[in-house]
């Protein structure tokens, strides 16, 4: 079946520290990939998403490549602030029938220290 | 101007009760979904309903049942609770299109679910 695994958190930077989160994907198919984040206490917001081979979503400073030769879509940033700490989620898109299914990795907690 | 609002924000119930949690969205959207998530902040789909038709159901047990009243509006209803439940809740809504079939999904602010 499908599935999506991120690196293991909590990761902890110092502000201005470059950041990169790994995700790498099982699916049938091509899927679409996206990253959400989630602030704390509230509900998940898209940050940015790839849906063919090679392309490359990018969204605040955040960027990720959709790698279908090494399966991954790992997200980068080159200098991160305080206001990035949250969970980020790495994501893929299923069709189900009639449906488009997000299947979730696990989230990493993002800490930035000042 | 909220998107995708959920009531109540908190719900902490005893074990055995039934309680329900509302979903409402002002974007138009013809798709609507719940996700649970857990403590360890694991995010899976429950449910998903299309022009008010449900089109996903996960293996949940069957105490769960969503309702639809319209495309507006996707509630859950949780019989019998168990402390199992506790988890975090999402409503999430999207808007499917032919010409955008990846169309992103609004999540609301959820509704954090304690069963005691």
């Known amino acids: 079946g499908n599935s999506v695994t991120q690196m293991e958190g909590p990761v902890t930077l110092s502000e201005e520290a470059f950041l990169t989160i790994n995700c790498t994907y099982t699916a049938t198919g091509y899927p679409s990939l996206f990253w959400y984040v989630q602030y704390p206490g509230e509900g998940l917001q898209l940050l940015l998403k790839a849906t063919k081979a090679d392309d490359k979503g990018s969204n605040k400073g955040f960027e990720a490549t959709y790698r279908k030769e090494t399966t991954s879509f790992h997200l980068e940033k080159g200098s991160v602030q305080v206001s990035d700490s949250a969970v980020y989620f790495c994501?893929?898109?299923?069709?189900?029938?009639?449906?488009?299914?997000?299947?979730f990795g696990s989230g990493t907690q993002l800490t930035v220290l000042p | 101007d909220t998107a995708v609002s959920q009531t109540p924000k908190y719900l902490v119930t005893q074990m055995g009760n039934d309680k329900s949690i509302k979903c409402e969205q002002n974007l138009g959207h013809d798709t609507m979904y719940w996700y649970k998530q857990d403590s360890k902040k694991f995010l899976k789909i429950m449910f998903s309903y299309n022009n008010k038709e449900l089109i996903i159901n996960e293996t949940v047990p069957n105490r769960f049942s969503p309702k639809s009243p319209d495309k507006a509006h996707l509630n859950l209803h949780i019989n019998s609770l168990e402390l199992g439940d506790s988890a975090v809740y999402f409503c999430a809504s999207s808007q499917r299109t032919t010409s955008k079939p990846h169309n992103e999904q609004f999540f609301g602010p959820g509704t954090r679910l304690t069963v005691l």
């Open positions: 994501a893929l898109m299923r069709y189900s029938g009639s449906a488009r299914q997000l299947t």
